[in-house]
């Protein structure tokens, strides 16, 4: 496998509203390599609005992306894709909390009409089955993209489940989910680049260990408020990058535009 540029995909973990996209760590993994970066993130998406991305926002120089690295940040799973009429375009509802399901004017969604296929998607356990099927259609823009190489792995997690409630077993009930995404296309002849194996198979979130230097201080933007983001800072992100690129250097080979590998 080799790559000469990278088109990132995934949710505010991977481009987020206040942290300027030169500092946003697939631009930190254009710069290691040496190659133009994509960066096609959009905050709240969904697995399923992380899919698509590279349809609906490929970039218009698609001329320097030959064989680009494409990488796929997932987030938690509990998040919907829904149609957004006003922006004619897939969207997401980033929580699937009732108290969140409100009718929201600048998409022209109106999240309650969603409450009862939520809680059914919550009793069949259909969140976790829709990213099989997601992760599926992910491996298979290497068809659609000629030259292409797939990189996934889980970034975004939360402690909080759908009904409100606090799961303390999270973290290892996001390692084993992983791991079982991992498995299963494995099991079904799919080549599975999985980046969270360079840390135990945990999200990427758990690397920033909840050191308060590694997320974002809100204290910096608005005076007097104390809120310590799960986003992570410029010295998070920096911890992010390093962990990609030991997996990309793992597995993955770089090579410049007269196919000299770097």
Same mark, same amino acid.
């Given at each position: 496998?080799?790559? &000469?540029?990278?088109?990132?995909?995934?949710?505010?973990?991977?481009?987020?509203?206040?942290?300027?996209?030169?500092?946003?760590?697939?631009?930190?993994?254009?710069?290691?390599?040496?190659?133009?970066?994509?960066?096609?993130?959009?905050?709240?998406?969904?697995?399923?609005?992380?899919?698509?991305?590279?349809?609906?926002?490929?970039? &218009?120089?698609?001329?320097?992306? &030959?064989?680009?690295?494409?990488?796929?940040?997932?987030?938690?799973?509990?998040?919907?894709?829904?149609?957004?009429?006003?922006?004619?375009?897939?969207?997401?509802?980033?929580?699937?909390?009732?108290?969140?399901?409100?009718?929201?004017?600048?998409?022209?969604?109106?999240?309650?009409?969603?409450?009862?296929?939520?809680?059914?998607?919550?009793?069949?356990?259909?969140?976790?089955?829709?990213?099989?099927?997601?992760?599926?259609?992910?491996?298979?823009?290497?068809?659609?993209?000629?030259?292409?190489?797939?990189?996934?792995?889980?970034?975004?997690?939360?402690?909080?489940?759908?009904?409100?409630?606090?799961?303390?077993?999270?973290?290892?009930?996001?390692?084993?989910?992983?791991?079982?995404?991992?498995?299963?296309?494995? &099991?079904?002849?799919?080549?599975?680049?999985?980046?969270?194996?360079?840390?135990?198979?945990?999200?990427?979130?758990?690397?920033?260990?909840?050191?308060?230097?590694?997320?974002?201080?809100?204290?910096?933007?608005?005076?007097?408020?104390?809120?310590?983001?799960?986003?992570?800072?410029?010295?998070?992100?920096?911890?992010?990058?390093?962990?990609?690129?030991?997996?990309?250097?793992?597995?993955?080979?770089?090579?410049?535009?007269?196919?000299?590998?770097?």
């Amino acid at each position: 496998m080799k790559f &000469d540029s990278i088109i990132a995909c995934g949710d505010s973990f991977t481009k987020y509203h206040i942290t300027p996209i030169k500092h946003s760590w697939p631009y930190l993994l254009g710069q290691h390599y040496n190659v133009p970066v994509a960066n096609l993130g959009k905050g709240g998406a969904s697995n399923f609005e992380i899919a698509l991305q590279p349809l609906q926002y490929m970039p &218009d120089n698609m001329e320097d992306f &030959d064989n680009p690295l494409i990488i796929f940040g997932m987030t938690t799973p509990f998040r919907l894709p829904v149609y957004y009429p006003k922006e004619t375009r897939i969207g997401s509802l980033a929580s699937v909390l009732p108290e969140h399901l409100t009718y929201t004017e600048a998409t022209g969604v109106d999240g309650k009409v969603f409450e009862s296929t939520i809680k059914k998607m919550l009793v069949d356990d259909a969140f976790h089955q829709a990213d099989i099927q997601i992760l599926e259609m992910i491996l298979r823009w290497k068809e659609l993209i000629k030259g292409s190489t797939i990189v996934w792995g889980r970034i975004h997690f939360q402690h909080q489940e759908p009904d409100g409630v606090v799961n303390h077993n999270a973290l290892k009930d996001e390692q084993a989910r992983i791991i079982s995404l991992h498995n299963y296309l494995q &099991d079904n002849n799919f080549e599975s680049n999985c980046f969270n194996e360079v840390c135990e198979w945990f999200p990427l979130q758990h690397v920033l260990r909840g050191e308060p230097n590694m997320h974002i201080d809100w204290a910096k933007f608005n005076t007097g408020i104390k809120i310590l983001d799960g986003h992570p800072s410029e010295a998070g992100i920096i911890r992010f990058a390093d962990n990609i690129i030991k997996y990309i250097d793992s597995n993955i080979r770089c090579v410049n535009s007269d196919n000299t590998e770097i």
